[in-house]
């Protein structure tokens, strides 16, 4: 328990502290009724009538008599009430009883059109937790066309390329690899076990509405795995969403992609949606003439068929998702004919063949009486089937999942203190073929979860969640997530959280990169129950600092963030020798500091400009001694330009784009075990690596782009080791800290309606 101690008990007793106070000041109440005419003259109490000081958001409601209770707020002393068909008024409260207020009917004016140019990236003042929401629009500055590809211009998270061979983008978050991180898709668990290293390139960038990203341990509803933050994807609504769009990209590199949607409204409550992407890479690719791709060869069908029924006065949503996925890359030498060549030593070669069902659902009910009060189930099922081999090596697997939750919210009182409660329910089934080795499981968990949070939206915010779990091979444990903010002054917030995680290790699934190489695979056992291993505990603690100030009327952002992750058992990918990879759990310590300072400034108007730091601090004792996490650059340095001509009366404007990504060295793993040909610096170098659109906008419906990525040209010399001898003892692609692939150039086209 001594991670527990300084600075994070300050951080409790800091909010012991402002709590106290809090609850002696919010004794002082103000009450009221409110009532309306009925249309006969006569006054009748009003039901589910908002009332609220003025610039907060914290809410009460009447009740069916029309009467209310807030706590007194000595920052505004104006109130608030607000109800649909009324006019809003606004009262200057002098004493605690102010009796009855008569709404007055709603008088129809000609519609008057208010646009607010907001931000396609956004971190909020008053959110708890520590998300930066992303909307389509900045996932649109990206090259194209998955989730993978859609945090080019996103600072919060760094996109690194697992190995040579199968050009696979995996997504980091303070230091730690993507299986630390929680994917969800509209809060239902996504991308894990067997899809974790090609799965975010199943998932189309144009399918999704908006990306949030929360840093450190989240909240207690989606399970006990999130340990450095969780990704939530929200999907395009066939209800709002548009009623065609169409996307086209080719690049140099013959890669040519399409995304399509296509929705239809049925009714006034129910519409369905029809998507569809496919993606072929026919390029023969060998710029660096090692004799292997420098891209694998590709070809994906993605089809998607979404439905969505909501009746706003019934208090009924709910969603129906059905999701197909074909996958299939091939790569290797450029000589190599899988036909002719497959598990011989003829030339080295590589196929992954996957395919993918999905279906999910969510039915939610919001209680027409009590519209604070709520309950939904969410529901996945899906397969997931790969079958694929790197040279000799073989890795099949099977993953059957069910999971389901059942959430209930409501408020304590007033809309200030708000409760979540729930259980949910998963299995996972997985069938492995590891060279001929069978490892098959069946991983069930039960857990319960509840979650209370309180909103003063003057100056103090929180989140307390507590899970409990049973999981058939790891135990039963406990899962605490707690999160604060604290107005510090006007547009400043100062954030603090703690939280723990829990996570049972899928090492071939999440490691299938080391296929690729000559390694030898070796797994120290430790009396645990999955692959003998025990789970991986962590512990995330955080601290961020948010200001919104105006520099010659244009407003500036900075903010800045510390997050400390400190393991126990904590599964180690030892690699530091260059003939095995080893899995063991942790004997010592291991953790991961992250620093992170961001500055967003509108220049001139349309003209913003980005800039991020990052340091990192991570450091795992191996058996062969404390060691910093390899390939993992101290210093990043981050900054985006982006311009946009004023919108004319048909939409045509041009819109502008640039960025760059600067990494120092990185730490090597040792290879000083190999021949002098086949070694590598204990460092690589610092580089920087720039990309670029232009977009030009004809109309509201038609839009084409290009841009170029890498357009410095920077790659990796020796980027595959023992090139020359794949079935050689010293044959490794996974060593990679910078691009295999050259200069990208691409063009597009969006048409929608």
């Known amino acids: 328990m001594h991670s527990l101690k300084s600075p994070f008990n300050k951080l409790i007793l800091f909010a012991i502290l402002f709590i106290i106070p809090l609850a002696v000041k919010s004794q002082i109440t103000i009450s009221g009724t409110v009532v309306v005419n009925d249309g006969s003259g006569t006054a009748v109490a009003q039901f589910g009538v908002h009332v609220y000081w003025q610039d907060s958001t914290a809410v009460v409601l009447t009740n069916k008599e029309g009467n209310f209770k807030i706590p007194f707020n000595n920052n505004t002393k104006k109130l608030v ?61 990206a090259a194209c066309c998955n989730l993978s590809e859609s945090f ?35 809060n239902i668990p996504s991308i894990r076990g067997a899809s974790q290293i090609y799965g975010l390139s199943f998932i189309p960038g144009s399918w999704i509405e908006s990306i949030q990203i929360t840093k450190g341990s989240g909240g207690v509803q989606n399970g006990y795995e999130s340990i450095s933050g969780q990704i939530n994807s929200e999907l395009v609504k066939p209800l709002s969403d548009k009623l065609l769009f169409l996307n086209i990209y080719s690049n140099n590199y013959e890669r040519y992609e399409f995304n399509g949607r296509f929705n239809k409204k049925i009714s006034e409550n129910l519409g369905t949606g029809i998507y569809v992407h496919g993606n072929l890479r026919n390029g023969t690719i060998d710029n660096n003439n090692d004799s292997f791709l420098d891209t694998p060869l590709a070809e994906q069908i993605n089809l998607m068929n979404r439905w969505q029924y909501m009746d706003s006065e019934k208090g009924w949503v709910s969603f129906l998702t059905l999701h ?79 999971y389901t939750n059942l959430i209930f919210n409501s408020i304590i009182n007033n809309t200030q203190n708000k409760i979540k409660a729930g259980i949910n329910y998963s299995n996972d089934y997985y069938d492995e073929q590891v060279n001929g080795l069978g490892l098959g499981r069946n991983d069930n968990t039960i857990g319960s979860f509840f979650e209370y949070s309180y909103d003063s939206l003057e100056k103090l915010s929180l989140v307390a969640g ?26 400043a917030s100062l954030r603090g959280s703690f939280g723990k995680g829990v996570k049972g290790a899928n090492i071939f699934a999440e490691n299938q990169q080391f296929f690729a190489s000559s390694r030898n695979f070796e797994i120290i056992e430790n009396s645990g129950k999955i692959y003998g291993l025990k789970p991986e505990v962590a512990w995330n603690f955080g601290i961020s600092f948010i200001q919104k100030l105006y520099l010659w009327n244009r407003v500036l952002d900075f903010s800045a963030d510390f997050y400390s992750t400190q393991f126990q058992d904590q599964v180690v990918i030892d690699w530091e020798d260059p003939r095995k990879i080893s899995f063991y759990n942790l004997e010592g310590k291991s953790y991961s500091n992250s620093l992170q300072i961001d500055l967003n400034y509108e220049i001139v108007q349309n003209l913003d400009f980005r800039a991020t730091y990052k340091y990192y601090d991570i450091r795992v004792d191996y058996r062969s001694g404390s060691l910093t996490k390899p390939l993992q650059p101290k210093h990043r340095f981050f900054t985006n330009i982006s311009y946009e001509t004023l919108r004319k009366s048909n939409g045509s ?25 086949y070694q590598l610096k204990s ?71």
């Open 466 to 491: 507590i899970r409990m779990d049973h999981h058939n091979k790891l135990g039963n444990f406990f899962t605490p997530r707690f999160h604060i903010r604290y107005s510090l002054w006007d547009k």
């Open 683 to 753: 460092f690589s170098p610092s580089y920087g690596l720039m990309n670029t659109q232009v977009t030009r906008v004809f109309s509201k419906k038609f839009e084409v782009y290009i841009g170029g990525e890498n357009i410095a040209n920077y790659t990796q010399e020796m980027a595959i080791l023992g090139s020359d001898d794949p079935f050689g003892p010293y044959f490794d692609s996974t060593i990679l800290y910078a691009p295999v692939l050259g200069s990208t150039y691409y063009i597009g086209l969006r048409y929608k309606l």
């Open 152 to 186: 080019e211009t996103n600072p919060t998270v760094d996109v690194n390329i697992s190995d040579a061979v199968s050009g696979a983008k995996q997504i980091q978050m303070l230091g730690l690899n993507s299986p630390y991180l929680l994917f969800t898709q509209e």
């Open 324 to 402: 197909y996925l074909k996958d299939k890359k091939n790569t290797g030498q450029v000589n190599f004919v899988p036909e002719r060549d497959k598990f011989t030593t003829n030339y080295w070669g590589s196929e992954v063949q996957s395919n993918r069902l999905d279906i999910s659902s969510k039915v939610g009910y919001v209680f027409p009486e009590l519209p604070y009060q709520s309950i939904g189930i969410q529901t996945s099922y899906n397969i997931h089937d790969q079958n694929s081999y790197y040279g000799l090596n073989q890795y099949n697997i099977k993953q059957n999942s069910f």
């Open 81 to 141: 009430v607000s109800h649909p068909g009324y006019q809003t008024d606004t009262l200057a409260v002098n004493r605690p009883n102010i009796g009855k207020i008569l709404l007055q009917k709603e008088i129809n004016l000609e519609e008057v059109v208010v646009r607010n140019n907001i931000k396609p990236l956004q971190k909020s003042l008053f959110e708890v937790q520590n998300v930066v929401t992303v909307d389509s629009r900045e996932m649109l500055k």
């Open 653 to 677: 404007q041009w819109r502008f784009d640039y960025t760059l990504h600067w990494q120092g060295e990185q730490r090597l793993p040792n290879t000083a075990l190999n021949p002098n040909e």
